[in-house]
């Protein structure tokens, strides 16, 4: 059975992944001590995990989808368990709020901006390691045309 391509770019995401939320957890940890002492603490860390947590199972998601590559039922398969875990990330997304909404132990703005950061953070981190695996051409990359549209036989298909 051959690997998808993206399986490798998926297992560097989560790696990478990982360590940014270990950092993140330590300085969110710190500021929030400062701001808030042990509830903004707790309340950055519970921020940065819940993050990583929702943000892995789409990528887990799909490197479990890409384990049946070459099935004649891949198609279906990939698009259950991707759409699948989506919906059970939704659901779970709505609960773990709706437990934590009113805690006394949470301070809900340090919460807020431990999640805003983490998001964008993982973001960014995302599209360097996408960048970065070859997978996307970039425009004047030198790896053929940036756009279909440009090539001869492209150009040649659409005539009428």
């Given at each position: 059975?051959?690997?998808?391509?993206?399986?490798?770019?998926?297992?560097?995401?989560?790696?990478?992944?990982?360590?940014?939320?270990?950092?993140?957890?330590?300085?969110?940890?710190?500021?929030?001590?400062?701001?808030?002492?042990?509830?903004?603490?707790?309340?950055?860390?519970?921020?940065?995990?819940?993050?990583?947590?929702?943000?892995?199972?789409?990528?887990?998601?799909?490197?479990?989808?890409?384990?049946?590559?070459?099935?004649?039922?891949?198609?279906?398969?990939?698009?259950?368990?991707?759409?699948?875990?989506?919906?059970?990330?939704?659901?779970?997304?709505f609960i773990?709020?709706?437990?934590?909404?009113?805690?006394?132990?949470?301070?809900?703005?340090?919460?807020?901006?431990?999640v805003v950061?983490?998001?964008?953070?993982?973001?960014?981190?995302?599209?360097?390691?996408l960048l970065?695996?070859?997978?996307?051409?970039?425009?004047?990359?030198?790896?053929?045309?940036?756009?279909?549209?440009?090539?001869?036989?492209?150009?040649?298909?659409?005539?009428?």
């Open positions: 059975m051959t690997t998808v391509t993206s399986t490798p770019v998926l297992r560097r995401t989560l790696r990478w992944s990982a360590g940014i939320t270990v950092g993140l957890a330590f300085v969110g940890a710190c500021i929030g001590w400062l701001l808030a002492a042990e509830r903004g603490l707790i309340s950055a860390i519970t921020g940065v995990v819940l993050t990583a947590v929702f943000l892995a199972i789409t990528a887990i998601s799909l490197l479990v989808a890409n384990r049946w590559y070459g099935s004649p039922l891949y198609v279906p398969i990939f698009f259950a368990i991707v759409l699948g875990s989506w919906l059970a990330k939704f659901i779970l997304f773990t709020l709706t437990l934590l909404r009113g805690q006394n132990w949470i301070e809900p703005m340090i919460f807020f901006v431990a950061i983490s998001v964008l953070t993982t973001l960014v981190l995302d599209t360097i390691i970065r695996s070859g997978l996307v051409r970039r425009p004047g990359s030198g790896h053929g045309p940036a756009d279909p549209m440009s090539s001869g036989q492209a150009r040649a298909s659409t005539r009428t």
